[in-house]
C-alpha cells in the first residue's frame, strides 16, 4: 500500500535552514508528482511546492520562493525540501501527498521557527 514517511522537522531560530524528507513506498515512484503542503496553528492546509516525477517540473507558492527548494532522489524513493532563511510565518505541520488514484498523505513533521 502507498506509504509516505515525513522527517526533519525541528526547532530552528529565524533565519535558519532545515531539510525535510519524506520516505515513499508502495507505488511507482517515478511516475508520479510529489506535493509538499503545510497547515500552520488555526489555518488551512496549504500547497508549498510540487514536482514532477522526472523532476524538471518544480512549482511554489509565492511565500517560499526563492527560500525553499524541493528536489527528489528518484533511486531511493524520497523528496526533500530544503527550506532556507526560515521566518516564524514558517511555523507549521509539513506534509508530503502523493495522488495515486486517491490523495495519500503522511503524518506530517513539526517545523518551529522561533527564537
Known amino acids: 500500500q502507498v506509504r509516505l514517511v515525513e522527517s526533519g522537522g525541528d526547532l530552528v531560530e529565524p533565519g535558519g535552514s532545515l531539510r525535510l524528507s519524506c520516505a515513499a513506498s508502495g507505488f511507482f515512484f517515478e511516475f508520479y508528482t510529489m506535493t509538499w503542503h503545510r497547515q500552520g496553528s488555526g489555518k488551512e492546509r496549504e500547497l508549498v511546492a510540487t514536482?514532477?516525477?522526472?523532476?524538471?517540473?518544480?512549482t511554489y507558492t509565492d511565500s517560499v520562493r526563492g527560500r525553499f527548494t524541493i528536489s527528489r532522489d528518484n533511486a531511493k524513493n524520497t523528496v526533500y525540501l530544503q527550506m532556507n532563511s526560515l521566518k516564524p510565518d514558517d511555523t507549521a505541520v509539513y506534509f508530503c501527498?502523493?495522488?495515486?488514484?486517491?490523495?495519500?498523505w503522511g503524518q506530517g513533521t513539526q517545523v518551529t521557527v522561533s527564537s
Open positions: 514536482i514532477s516525477g522526472n523532476a524538471r517540473v518544480t
Open positions: 501527498k502523493v495522488r495515486v488514484g486517491n490523495d495519500y
